[in-house]
């Protein structure tokens, strides 16, 4: 019983503690690190973990959030374009 509230309480605080996206500020990248991130991105997909795993300093869930700033609408309209011109 003890663990099942614990496990609870932990996915309590952690709901808490997100932030909106458009509360998030921009993450800045050198170059190296942007070119890195998309490379690995092509390989692996978007398992943060992993690509953060190869740029020193950096966690997952800046990744993620540097990702999401750079590329959520643009690959939402390429999207609907490439539905657009199959049907």
């Not at 998030?24 to 690509?51: C, H, P, T």
């Not at 997952?60 to 643009?74: K, N, P, Q, S, T």
């Amino acid at each position: 019983m003890d663990r099942l509230r614990s496990k609870q309480h932990k996915a309590a605080t952690r709901c808490s503690e997100e932030v909106s996206s458009t509360e998030w500020e921009f993450i800045n990248m050198s170059e190296q690190e942007e070119d890195l991130i998309y490379r690995m991105y092509k390989l692996v997909g978007d398992r943060w973990a992993l690509i953060a795993g190869r740029i020193p300093g950096r966690k997952a869930e800046e990744i993620e959030r540097f990702w999401i700033m750079r590329h959520g609408e643009v690959f939402a309209n390429r999207q609907k374009k490439l539905k657009k011109s199959k049907s």
